[in-house]
């Protein structure tokens, strides 16, 4: 039997294995490092100040107009299975996706 990718993922391959790793990239986990979460500093002014580090103190980055944002830098083959963007989407919304050092 062939290797199995984890990608195409429906009832008919539900029970096979995959030797393939999940990453989750957010702004808590910048870099999807496996239990990277909770860890940033909390902001002197913010309202989770008091919690300290081990709360989500980092739930969401804020781009301004004209500001540029890098998601993620991530090493190796990969599939990008999901995206979520909240907040003011709008058709004035870039977003830019390079592969491969493009």
Known sequence: MTAFN??????GNLSRLSSA????ISAENPRGERGGGARAEADPDGKARHLGRGW???PAVSVD????LEM???QGPGA????WITGSV???LILRMYWDGQ
């Open 6 to 11: 984890g990608l195409e993922l429906h009832l």
């Open 21 to 24: 790793q999940s990453r989750s």
């Open 56 to 58: 989500k103190c980092r």
């Open 65 to 68: 107009p004209g500001e540029t």
């Open 72 to 74: 993620a830098d991530i």
């Open 80 to 83: 990008i299975q999901s995206i």
């Open 90 to 92: 709008s058709r004035n």
